[in-house]
């Protein structure tokens, strides 16, 4: 029924929604005259059963009844149809005529039924077109024109008026009703445009993030490394096919393990573990590639954090390569470096020695000349046992078997044996060599003592070489609160600007005609600043073509009793 109703209320769709909506209103406009023609049948029909007799106005009703119930289909069909316009036109009309049988002429034409020519002069405007609200008002005023002709009294002016008041008042209504319907149009019409565009625009961003999603992934599964992605939490939330080679996990197992699952395994060793989760959780800043031993392989390990479009920190990603060849060539040359190193001390050592001797005069009489060879001697070969001495360090820093045993020890006694080392070569230069302690300097401080010794020594050895005229000057003082300062001044050459960003390389040296009189491969300032950083210090560099050199060493200040030994690095 609900429906059936529903569909007889609703018309058929048109362009212009203003008729669509008019022929609602007429349809509306039917069904409640239709009930109200029927409910009147009903009760004349009543009314002749009680009475016995039907009267003149009950046989009017039985007679108009039906006829006005013909003229509401006809009127119906004609809005279903064809025109909303001209259905409500007519529709109206016949309310004119019927009003004309409603009551006496007298009461008609200005008495108590006068009000109901009001209702089709309200009703035009709103079921036809503002502007018929007059049309109507005009034609109900001449329908009450004629009626009191034709019962001989006077118009009702002040009736002709008032209906013309209620169209002014009904056209403004209509026209306010009709103009706020258009502003809403227009409104919903650009929403829908906006949700269209809008629609077409989420369209193409997701086409487009698909798009890259399946290519960021492509490029992810075709990298050669392992890649992880970790969240703030910790747990793996991303992995690609070639971590699955590396670990032996599959990607099913990676995602979703927390950090300290993935590393609890038993082809990671215990110290290997502790720096890896200080990589990955961003605690220890300072790592990069770190070499690590998982299973058979050898892996070299970065993370860096992974930030959003407001550069917070959602995550970490590290990146696993397999470094197994690289640390197995290394390897075999460490190997080879520290054994030829060994088997090169001995005879080293012994010519060392007999040219000593040979100087000395132990085998006899020896002329100025022979002295001079036995010195060139002597000098060449300790040159050589430097060579030796700084590939065996290298090879132990990069073999990560260097230890720095932290005790004791007096910054005093680090100065006098620089000076005892170094003093007879700067005097055969004529150079004046200054050692200056701070009196505010710790007597006693904790650290490497033959490091340390190794660090001045290496510095003064080189800034004596390069000076040939003025002072070489050590100095150890405190640097703040918590660090001391070794610096090396000399009066040489110096050093160019652009060599200060390599000098500090392995197997760099600086050209020039000085430094090929002098020799060297290249590796004493490489290994002064990978013992430095591996005592937590650093080293720093300024120099002045024809003014000199100044290398600064800072390290941290530890007085109190800490001794121990730090682990091997594991760094590349």
């Given at each position: 029924?609900?429906?059936?109703?529903?569909?007889?209320?609703?018309?058929?769709?048109?362009?212009?929604?203003?008729?669509?909506?008019?022929?609602?209103?007429?349809?509306?406009?039917?069904?409640?005259?239709?009930?109200?023609?029927?409910?009147?049948?009903?009760?004349?029909?009543?009314?002749?059963?009680?009475?016995?007799?039907?009267?003149?106005?009950?046989?009017?009703?039985?007679?108009?009844?039906?006829?006005?119930?013909?003229?509401?289909?006809?009127?119906?069909?004609?809005?279903?149809?064809?025109?909303?316009?001209?259905?409500?036109?007519?529709?109206?009309?016949?309310?004119?005529?019927?009003?004309?049988?409603?009551?006496?002429?007298?009461?008609?034409?200005?008495?108590?039924?006068?009000?109901?020519?009001?209702?089709?002069?309200?009703?035009?405007?709103?079921?036809?077109?503002?502007?018929?609200?007059?049309?109507?008002?005009?034609?109900?005023?001449?329908?009450?024109?004629?009626?009191?002709?034709?019962?001989?009294?006077?118009?009702?002016?002040?009736?002709?008026?008032?209906?013309?008041?209620?169209?002014?008042?009904?056209?403004?209504?209509?026209?306010?009703?009709?103009q706020a319907l258009h502003d809403l149009r227009v409104v919903n019409a650009e929403l829908d445009q906006r949700v269209v565009e809008r629609t077409k625009e989420l369209s193409a961003a997701l086409t487009r993030e698909t798009v890259e999603a399946g290519r960021r992934e492509a490029i992810l599964n075709s990298i050669a490394d392992g890649v992880i992605v970790f969240d703030r939490n910790g747990t793996a939330i991303l992995s690609n096919p070639s971590t699955t080679n590396l670990?032996?996990?599959?990607?099913?197992?990676?995602?979703?393990?927390?950090?300290?699952?993935?590393?609890?395994?038993?082809?990671?060793?215990?110290?290997?573990?502790?720096?890896?989760?200080?990589?990955?959780?961003?605690?220890?800043?300072?790592?990069?590639?770190?070499?690590?031993?998982?299973?058979?392989?050898?892996?070299?390990?970065?993370?860096?954090?992974?930030?959003?479009?407001?550069?917070?920190?959602?995550?970490?990603?590290?990146?696993?390569?397999?470094?197994?060849?690289?640390?197995?060539?290394?390897?075999?040359?460490?190997?080879?470096?520290?054994?030829?190193?060994?088997?090169?001390?001995?005879?080293?050592?012994?010519?060392?020695?007999?040219?000593?001797?040979?100087?000395?005069?132990?085998?006899?009489?020896?002329?100025?000349?022979?002295?001079?060879?036995?010195?060139?001697?002597?000098?060449?070969?300790?040159?050589?046992?430097?060579?030796?001495?700084?590939?065996?360090?290298q090879a132990q820093i990069e073999a990560g078997k260097l230890k720095i045993q932290m005790v004791a020890c007096k910054p005093a006694v680090l100065l006098d044996n620089v000076r005892g080392v170094m003093e007879k070569f700067a005097s055969d230069k004529n150079l004046n060599l200054i050692t200056e302690l701070d009196p505010s300097m710790p007597s006693m401080i904790i650290g490497d003592p033959q490091r340390l010794q190794q660090i001045i020594v290496n510095l003064t050895n080189?800034?004596?070489?390069?000076?040939?005229?003025?002072?070489?000057?050590?100095?150890?003082?405190?640097?703040?609160?918590?660090?001391?300062?070794?610096?090396?001044?000399?009066?040489?050459?110096?050093?160019?600007?652009?060599?200060?960003?390599?000098?500090?390389?392995?197997?760099?040296?600086?050209?020039?005609?000085?430094?090929?009189?002098?020799?060297?491969?290249?590796?004493?300032?490489?290994?002064?600043?990978?013992?430095?950083?591996?005592?937590?210090?650093?080293?720093?560099?300024?120099?002045?073509?024809?003014?000199?050199?100044?290398?600064?060493?800072?390290?941290?200040?530890?007085?109190?009793?800490?001794?121990?030994?730090?682990?091997?690095?594991?760094?590349?």
């Open positions: 029924m609900k429906t059936t109703l529903q569909k007889f209320f609703t018309p058929p769709e048109a362009t212009d929604l203003d008729e669509t909506r008019r022929r609602k209103l007429l349809n509306i406009l039917l069904v409640s005259m239709s009930i109200l023609t029927v409910m009147g049948i009903i009760f004349a029909a009543i009314d002749v059963l009680s009475r016995g007799k039907p009267s003149q106005d009950l046989m009017l009703i039985f007679i108009s009844g039906p006829i006005l119930l013909l003229l509401i289909a006809g009127i119906s069909i004609l809005n279903r149809k064809y025109s909303g316009k001209i259905a409500g036109t007519i529709f109206l009309l016949v309310l004119l005529v019927l009003f004309y049988f409603t009551d006496s002429p007298a009461e008609l034409a200005g008495g108590r039924s006068f009000f109901v020519f009001i209702i089709p002069v309200t009703i035009a405007s709103l079921l036809i077109s503002p502007a018929m609200s007059f049309i109507f008002a005009f034609l109900g005023s001449l329908e009450i024109f004629f009626i009191t002709i034709s019962i001989g009294t006077s118009p009702n002016y002040a009736g002709f008026i008032g209906l013309f008041l209620v169209a002014i008042i009904s056209w403004l209504s209509a026209r306010g009703l009709e670990i032996h996990k599959s990607q099913s197992e990676i995602v979703g393990m927390g950090l300290n699952d993935l590393l609890d395994s038993e082809d990671v060793k215990p110290e290997d573990r502790g720096s890896l989760a200080a990589l990955l959780e961003k605690s220890a800043q300072d790592i990069s590639n770190l070499r690590v031993q998982w299973g058979r392989k050898t892996l070299s390990v970065n993370a860096a954090e992974v930030r959003d479009g407001t550069s917070q920190t959602i995550g970490t990603v590290a990146v696993f390569r397999d470094f197994t060849r690289e640390a197995e060539l290394e390897q075999m040359k460490n190997t080879f470096i520290a054994i030829v190193s060994h088997e090169l001390r001995t005879p080293l050592n012994a010519i060392l020695g007999y040219a000593e001797m040979l100087k000395e005069a132990v085998y006899g009489q020896v002329n100025e000349k022979q002295k001079n060879v036995s010195s060139r001697i002597m000098t060449n070969t300790q040159r050589l046992l430097e060579i030796v001495s700084d590939l065996l360090d080189n800034a004596v070489k390069f000076t040939d005229s003025g002072s070489v000057h050590v100095k150890v003082a405190p640097f703040g609160e918590k660090n001391w300062q070794i610096q090396i001044i000399d009066t040489g050459d110096g050093i160019p600007k652009d060599a200060l960003a390599y000098i500090f390389e392995s197997f760099r040296q600086v050209d020039g005609l000085s430094t090929r009189q002098h020799g060297g491969v290249g590796l004493g300032l490489s290994i002064v600043k990978q013992l430095v950083e591996r005592m937590n210090g650093k080293i720093t560099t300024e120099s002045e073509i024809g003014k000199g050199s100044t290398f600064t060493v800072t390290l941290p200040l530890i007085t109190q009793d800490v001794s121990s030994t730090v682990p091997p690095s594991r760094q590349e």
